[in-house]
C-alpha cells in the first residue's frame, strides 16, 4: 500500500499478535489448520475493532437502511459455512453484524468474528439487491473462511511487515501513535492484506451464498465492471475497494462464471429486488456531508459544531469523525484536531498530553483565541531512531466543547512551520455566516424515466454547482451506465439533488 496522504489512517484489521498460532477446524473444509487466533479471539478483536470503527466514521444516521442491509447480510449468513449441519461446533451461535458508515468511499469490509461494514458510498454505486448479496457473502466468505487470522499466522511465522495506521507513521514516517497518544480516537488498526486466493474464494463463496436464496448472483460482475471504471479518488479516509480488493475486471469475468455454475447444481436464480433496493436508497446523502465539515476558500467550516478555521494555501484538509488534520504539501508539518471529551477544560486537556512519558514541556501558559478562553504549550520528543519532534499544542474552550491542535514537525523545521500553526490555531472563531450554519448535503433521488433518452440528458443542468468534483462520468459509473448510453423509459436511475 502506497504510504499517501489520502491513505494516512488505514483502515483494517488486527491490533496484538499472539505468540503461538491456534489449530482449529475450517468452517469451510472442516479440515484442521493453523491460525493466527483462535475463533474466541478472532470475536474479541473484532468486538473491540469494532467500537473504534464506529467512532472514527460513525454509522449512517438511517435505521431503516442499516435494518434493511443488516436483513439481506443475515439471509446470506443463513446458508453461509457458519450454519451448516457439518460445521465444527465452536462456530456455532456466532453472531455476526452488518452496519452502513456514514462515509461516501466506495468500500466494503471485514473485521474478525462477524463484523461487517459498507459505506453509504458503495451502496450508492450498486443497482439492486442482488449485487448488495454478493457483496455481503463476499464478506462474510473472509470471516467465515477467516482470511485475515491466515495472514496473521504467516506473518508470525517470519513475514512480519507492520504498517502503521497512525497519523505521524504515515504521513512523517515516524510512529506516531504513542508520540500522539490518539490511538483511542482513531481506527489505529493494522492492515493485512488479503492473498489474490483469499479474494477468490470470497468471490467463489459470495456467488454461493447468494445463488443458495436465489439471488441473480451474476448481477455481481456489473459493479466490478463499474470499478474497473473508477479512477482513485484523493483524500480519502477508508481504502478504496480497487485498493484492498484487486483486479476487478478479472471478477467481473468469473462471477457469471460461477453463477452458471449454481444453476446448474439447481439453484434457479430469480431475485434482482431492483425495485425494493432503489427505494430504500432514495435520500441517501452522495458525496461529502457539508454539515459535518468542509473545505472553502482557505477555511475549514463545520456548520453543525458552529466553528470554522483557516489553513495554508496548498495544505490539504483530511476531514474524518474523530479528528480533523491539516497537512502541508511536503508532508513534513501536521495539524490535528481533535475534540477532546474527557478534560475539564482547555489547560486540562493540553496537560493530558504533556503528562505522556517522553514529552518534554518548554513552555504553557494561558491565552485566548478570538475572545475564547484557550491554553497553549510547546513541548519535544524523540522517537525511537532518534529522530526530535517539536510540538505546539493549543487547546479551546467554546461552546461547551474542548477543541485541541497538535501540531508538529521535526525539531530542524520547527522554525519554518511555527508561523503556519499559528494561523490555524489562532484562527478558530465562532462561525455566524448563516449560509453556511444551514447548508444541507446532497442527496440521491431515486426514480424511474418516463422517457428514453441518453443518461447525459437526465442529469439536472446545475449538478456540477451542487457537488465539488463530481463529474457527469462519476455519476454514470455510479448508475452502471455508459454517459451517451440510450436509456429506455422505465428505466431506475439514480440524480443527485
Same mark, same amino acid.
Given at each position: 500500500?502506497?504510504?499517501?496522504?489520502?491513505?494516512?489512517c488505514?483502515?483494517? &484489521?488486527?491490533?496484538?499478535f499472539v505468540?503461538a498460532?491456534?489449530?482449529? /477446524?475450517?468452517?469451510i473444509?472442516?479440515?484442521?489448520r493453523a491460525?493466527?487466533?483462535?475463533?474466541?479471539?478472532?470475536?474479541?478483536?473484532?468486538q473491540?475493532?469494532?467500537?473504534?470503527i464506529?467512532?472514527q466514521?460513525g454509522?449512517?444516521?438511517d435505521?431503516?437502511?442499516?435494518?434493511?442491509?443488516?436483513?439481506?447480510?443475515?439471509?446470506?449468513?443463513?446458508v453461509?459455512?457458519?450454519n451448516?449441519e457439518?460445521?465444527?461446533s465452536l462456530?456455532?451461535?456466532?453472531?455476526?453484524?452488518?452496519?452502513?458508515l456514514?462515509?461516501?468511499?466506495?468500500?466494503?469490509?471485514?473485521?474478525?468474528?462477524?463484523?461487517?461494514?459498507v459505506?453509504r458510498?458503495l451502496?450508492?454505486?450498486?443497482?439492486n439487491?442482488?449485487?448488495?448479496a454478493?457483496? &455481503?457473502?463476499?464478506?462474510?466468505?473472509?470471516?467465515?473462511?477467516?482470511?485475515?487470522?491466515? /495472514?496473521?499466522?504467516?506473518?508470525?511465522?517470519?513475514?512480519?511487515?507492520?504498517?502503521?495506521?497512525a497519523?505521524?507513521?504515515?504521513?512523517?514516517g515516524?510512529?506516531?501513535?504513542d508520540?500522539?497518544g490518539?490511538?483511542?480516537?482513531?481506527?489505529?488498526?493494522?492492515?493485512?492484506?488479503y492473498s489474490r486466493d483469499?479474494e477468490?474464494?470470497?468471490d467463489?463463496?459470495?456467488?454461493e451464498?447468494?445463488?443458495?436464496?436465489?439471488?441473480?448472483?451474476a448481477?455481481?460482475a456489473?459493479?466490478?465492471?463499474?470499478l474497473e471504471?473508477?479512477?482513485?479518488?484523493?483524500?480519502?479516509?477508508?481504502?478504496?475497494?480497487q485498493?484492498?480488493?484487486?483486479d476487478?475486471?478479472e471478477?467481473?469475468?468469473s462471477i457469471?462464471?460461477l453463477?452458471?455454475?449454481?444453476?446448474?447444481?439447481g439453484?434457479?436464480q430469480t431475485?434482482?429486488n431492483?425495485d425494493?433496493?432503489?427505494?430504500? &436508497?432514495?435520500?441517501?446523502?452522495?458525496?461529502?456531508?457539508?454539515?459535518e465539515?468542509?473545505t472553502?476558500?482557505?477555511?475549514?467550516y463545520?456548520p453543525?459544531?458552529?466553528?470554522?478555521?483557516?489553513?495554508?494555501?496548498?495544505w490539504?484538509?483530511?476531514?474524518? /469523525?474523530s479528528?480533523?488534520a491539516?497537512v502541508?504539501r511536503?508532508?513534513?508539518?501536521?495539524?490535528?484536531m481533535t475534540l477532546?471529551?474527557q478534560s475539564?477544560?482547555?489547560?486540562?486537556?493540553?496537560?493530558?498530553?504533556?503528562?505522556?512519558?517522553g514529552?518534554?514541556t518548554?513552555?504553557?501558559?494561558?491565552?485566548?483565541?478570538?475572545?475564547l478562553?484557550?491554553?497553549r504549550a510547546?513541548a519535544t520528543?524523540q522517537?525511537?531512531?532518534?529522530?526530535?519532534?517539536?510540538?505546539y499544542?493549543?487547546?479551546i474552550?467554546?461552546?461547551?466543547?474542548?477543541?485541541r491542535?497538535l501540531?508538529?514537525?521535526?525539531a530542524?523545521k520547527?522554525g519554518?512551520y511555527?508561523?503556519?500553526?499559528?494561523?490555524?490555531?489562532?484562527?478558530?472563531?465562532?462561525?455566524?455566516?448563516?449560509?453556511?450554519l444551514?447548508?444541507?448535503?446532497v442527496?440521491?433521488q431515486?426514480?424511474?424515466t418516463?422517457r428514453s433518452g441518453?443518461f447525459r440528458?437526465?442529469?439536472p443542468?446545475?449538478?456540477?454547482?451542487?457537488?465539488?468534483?463530481v463529474?457527469?462520468?462519476?455519476?454514470?459509473?455510479?448508475?452502471?451506465?455508459? &454517459?451517451d448510453?440510450?436509456?429506455?423509459?422505465?428505466?431506475?436511475?439514480?440524480?443527485? /439533488?
Amino acid at each position: 500500500m502506497k504510504s499517501t496522504i489520502s491513505r494516512f489512517c488505514l483502515l483494517l &484489521l488486527i491490533g496484538l499478535f499472539v505468540s503461538a498460532c491456534s489449530i482449529q /477446524r475450517s468452517a469451510i473444509s472442516g479440515d484442521k489448520r493453523a491460525y493466527g487466533y483462535s475463533w474466541e479471539q478472532e470475536k474479541q478483536i473484532g468486538q473491540e475493532a469494532d467500537q473504534q470503527i464506529q467512532l472514527q466514521y460513525g454509522l449512517y444516521n438511517d435505521d431503516e437502511l442499516q435494518a434493511y442491509v443488516d436483513k439481506i447480510g443475515q439471509e446470506m449468513l443463513a446458508v453461509s459455512h457458519i450454519n451448516r449441519e457439518d460445521t465444527p461446533s465452536l462456530y456455532a451461535g456466532t453472531d455476526f453484524y452488518f452496519r452502513v458508515l456514514d462515509n461516501q468511499v466506495v468500500n466494503a469490509f471485514a473485521l474478525p468474528g462477524g463484523y461487517i461494514y459498507v459505506t453509504r458510498g458503495l451502496l450508492a454505486h450498486l443497482d439492486n439487491e442482488a449485487q448488495l448479496a454478493v457483496v &455481503l457473502g463476499h464478506e462474510i466468505g473472509h470471516v467465515v473462511a477467516r482470511h485475515a487470522s491466515q /495472514r496473521a499466522f504467516e506473518q508470525q511465522m517470519g513475514q512480519i511487515a507492520l504498517i502503521g495506521g497512525a497519523i505521524g507513521g504515515e504521513l512523517l514516517g515516524l510512529p506516531g501513535g504513542d508520540i500522539l497518544g490518539i490511538g483511542s480516537q482513531a481506527a489505529q488498526l493494522l492492515f493485512l492484506s488479503y492473498s489474490r486466493d483469499d479474494e477468490r474464494e470470497s468471490d467463489r463463496l459470495g456467488v454461493e451464498y447468494a445463488s443458495m436464496q436465489h439471488y441473480k448472483a451474476a448481477e455481481g460482475a456489473q459493479f466490478f465492471v463499474s470499478l474497473e471504471r473508477m479512477s482513485e479518488q484523493a483524500g480519502q479516509s477508508l481504502p478504496n475497494w480497487q485498493s484492498t480488493h484487486p483486479d476487478p475486471a478479472e471478477r467481473a469475468s468469473s462471477i457469471p462464471v460461477l453463477a452458471d455454475e449454481w444453476r446448474a447444481k439447481g439453484y434457479e436464480q430469480t431475485i434482482d429486488n431492483q425495485d425494493q433496493y432503489m427505494e430504500r &436508497l432514495s435520500n441517501l446523502i452522495y458525496g461529502e456531508n457539508p454539515r459535518e465539515g468542509f473545505t472553502r476558500n482557505g477555511n475549514f467550516y463545520h456548520p453543525d459544531l458552529k466553528f470554522h478555521f483557516p489553513f495554508p494555501s496548498g495544505w490539504q484538509v483530511i476531514n474524518q /469523525r474523530s479528528l480533523v488534520a491539516v497537512v502541508n504539501r511536503d508532508q513534513d508539518a501536521v495539524t490535528v484536531m481533535t475534540l477532546d471529551g474527557q478534560s475539564a477544560n482547555a489547560e486540562a486537556s493540553v496537560n493530558e498530553f504533556l503528562n505522556q512519558e517522553g514529552i518534554n514541556t518548554e513552555g504553557k501558559g494561558r491565552t485566548q483565541s478570538n475572545g475564547l478562553p484557550a491554553y497553549r504549550a510547546e513541548a519535544t520528543a524523540q522517537t525511537e531512531d532518534g529522530t526530535q519532534l517539536k510540538f505546539y499544542l493549543y487547546a479551546i474552550e467554546y461552546g461547551g466543547n474542548i477543541y485541541r491542535f497538535l501540531n508538529y514537525t521535526t525539531a530542524d523545521k520547527y522554525g519554518t512551520y511555527a508561523s503556519r500553526f499559528d494561523e490555524i490555531t489562532g484562527g478558530f472563531r465562532q462561525l455566524t455566516d448563516s449560509g453556511i450554519l444551514n447548508i444541507q448535503p446532497v442527496r440521491l433521488q431515486t426514480v424511474k424515466t418516463t422517457r428514453s433518452g441518453t443518461f447525459r440528458s437526465f442529469l439536472p443542468a446545475n449538478f456540477e454547482s451542487l457537488i465539488i468534483n463530481v463529474s457527469a462520468e462519476d455519476l454514470a459509473i455510479m448508475n452502471q451506465v455508459e &454517459l451517451d448510453e440510450q436509456i429506455s423509459a422505465g428505466t431506475w436511475i439514480k440524480i443527485p /439533488r
